[in-house]
């Protein structure tokens, strides 16, 4: 995740279905006839390196792919989802569909942290076949060995902790008891409680194909459900009061903020009694980063600020343990809280600062999206949103990620989880850098940052010097 996701996953081979809060099976699926019940549903899986549209195998007038059993995929995968009510009892679709992100980021941070080798968690998003867009957030998982994870009781015993007791395996065509049969889909069976496919009457599973109608479209873009990119405050303040039903914390960080953002804030207005430029440095951990705020900080006589601000910082490692659209909301509304002390700090006097919006975006773009499916250049998720103070210089220093390791061992200290990401996983890596350097209004201005201090300031200067 995502912080949860962790390496490539065949997902030609992944489905499942849910549980609602209340404890009931949806649909009441316990035998062959009720598994019809999965024909109107459309599931979406996004892996680092792909995502995957599967749809069951029936004649609506939808292309179906007929060649979806991998030679490589021989594995069988395990499926969950929960979805239901709001936690105050009403059906709140919103609230609702953020639990069910919240239940499955559990699911995959416990399951990563079992540390079974060669394991693989990736998000599956459920919607209907009509909208295409997905409503609740589901955990695929798989084992990369021979091993079958239906059977893992400790994988079961997180799922079943979380309100999952119902589990799907998935099979493809060169399972046992498919083989030399002619078939391009896979199959969906109920696993019981012990971890053994659950036959009905001589039931296989219902068929699902890879719909291959339009190109796969990222839940990032898809609808603001889970959409991790922010581009005006009240989506971001909408996600935080959704949650307030169960986090403490999302209650006091919206009153943080009521303390620090005006109700009615004229922004244009502000910006033309700014006298002073404002810098803002981005890049990944270790790319130097802080040491280049503190050399521009005295060369302009500047302020510098950090994201997220000091008011919020407390609240921080809990909402860093929240599903991507949650945790990036808390960082936006940070953004705008800061926003304000730069508009009357640059009044008085430059201000400088590490990260913004720049890096709130592109992380939750590269962790919610797959190689395959990142929004190409020009899309609006990289545009600035209207209702934020835009930066009139970004600094981005990139180095290899063979010097920015060894800068990390320097460093000394325990890497962060999301540092642990960024060195495991090197699509995570590549998305993210695209992400920023597809940034606009403004873009990123790019700084090799692997060469000694003096190079990079003179660089930094270079650019500093046409704000004049």
């Not at 195998?57 to 709001?86: E, I, M, N, P, W």
């Not at 957030?137 to 902790?161: C, L, P, T, Y």
């Not at 910082?313 to 808390?330: N, T």
């Amino acid at each position: 995740m995502l912080k949860a996701r962790t390496i490539r996953i065949c997902l030609q081979n992944t489905i499942g279905y849910f549980r609602s809060d209340s404890g009931n099976l949806t649909g009441n699926i316990t035998c062959a006839r009720h598994m019809s019940n999965l024909t109107s549903k459309r599931f979406t899986i996004v892996s680092p390196d792909e995502t995957i549209a599967l749809l069951h195998d029936h004649d609506d007038g939808t292309v179906l792919d007929t060649v979806v059993a991998s030679s490589r995929c021989k594995h069988k995968y395990l499926l969950g989802f929960k979805c239901g009510q709001s936690s105050n009892g009403t059906d709140n679709s919103l609230e609702s569909s953020l639990q069910s992100a919240v239940v499955a980021f559990n699911v995959s941070r416990d399951v990563n942290a079992l540390n079974i080798d060669g394991l693989n968690v990736s998000p599956v998003y459920l919607g209907e076949n009509e909208s295409r867009i997905a409503s609740t957030r589901g955990v695929a998982i798989s084992s990369a060995s021979d091993q079958d994870v239906a059977n893992v009781s400790s994988i079961r015993e997180i799922f079943h902790k979380y309100g999952i007791n119902t589990l799907f395996r998935v099979k493809n065509s060169t399972d046992e008891g498919t083989k030399g049969k002619s078939q391009n889909s896979i199959k969906i069976q109920q696993v019981d409680e012990a971890g053994s496919t659950f036959h009905c009457h001589g039931n296989e599973g219902e068929d699902f194909k890879r719909d291959v109608t339009r190109p796969p479209i990222s839940p990032v873009v898809e609808n603001d459900i889970f959409s991790p990119v922010f581009q005006d405050l009240s989506r971001a303040r909408i996600v935080i009061e959704k949650c307030t039903n169960w986090m403490e914390e999302a209650k006091d960080l919206l009153k943080i903020f009521d303390e620090n953002v005006p109700s009615t804030l004229n922004l244009e207005q502000l910006k033309q009694d700014m006298k002073f430029p404002f810098v803002v440095v981005e890049g990944l951990d270790a790319t130097g980063k802080t040491t280049l705020t503190g050399k521009i900080e005295q060369r302009l006589s500047a302020e510098r600020y950090y994201t997220p601000p000091p008011q919020i910082q407390g609240l921080r490692k809990r909402f860093d343990d929240q599903p991507e659209v949650i945790r990036r909301a808390y960082y936006a509304l940070g953004n705008y809280i800061v926003a304000v002390q730069i508009l009357k700090t640059c009044q008085q006097k430059p201000v400088i600062m590490d990260r913004y919006w720049h890096s709130t975006t592109a992380y939750g773009i590269a962790n919610e999206t797959s190689n395959e499916d990142m929004p190409e250049e020009g899309h609006w998720v990289y545009q600035w949103p209207c209702d934020l103070l835009t930066p009139d210089l970004v600094l981005f220093l990139s180095v290899s990620e063979e010097i920015r390791q060894e800068r990390m061992l320097g460093r000394g200290g325990e890497n962060t989880q999301e540092e642990k990401h960024l060195k495991k996983d090197r699509l995570f890596r590549e998305r993210l850098y695209l992400a920023y350097k597809r940034m606009r209004n403004p873009g990123c201005i790019e700084i090799d940052a692997s060469g000694s201090v003096e190079s990079v300031m003179t660089t930094a200067e270079a650019e500093l010097t046409k704000l004049k």
